[in-house]
């Protein structure tokens, strides 16, 4: 059974900092490229950052650019989301993907 899990979201100042967890199970995690994407409210999902298996390889929305790390730990089987200098707009739901599965979410609110 397939399964991401994430965790770290929370309540954050703008300019402040949070690190999201996924930790994956049920597959050959080290084969799958993995992503984050966000759901604000009232909008679309959005890709936010994507790694290769290796983690040779990221990509980043232009908004999250020089802000966000995506990186992965393959003995851990866990993808992670160093946000810094957080703004309000990153406020979302925060998802997990890997291979054809998501994850369940985790609330960032990003407000003073």
């Known amino acids: 059974q397939v399964q991401l899990v994430e965790s770290g979201g929370g309540l954050v100042q703008p300019g402040g900092s949070l690190r999201l967890s996924c930790a994956a199970s049920?597959?050959?995690?080290?084969?799958?490229?993995m992503s984050w994407y966000r759901q604000a409210p009232g909008k679309g999902r959005e890709l936010v950052a994507a790694?290769?298996?290796?983690?040779?390889?990221?990509n980043y929305a232009d908004s999250v650019k020089r802000r966000f790390t995506i990186s992965r730990d393959n003995a851990k089987n866990t993808v992670y989301l160093q946000m810094n200098s957080l703004v309000t707009e990153d406020t979302a739901v925060y998802f997990c993907h890997g291979w054809d599965y998501w994850g369940q979410g985790t609330q960032v609110t990003v407000s003073s």
């Open positions: 049920g597959f050959t995690f080290r084969n799958y490229p």
């Open positions: 790694i290769t298996a290796i983690g040779g390889s990221t």
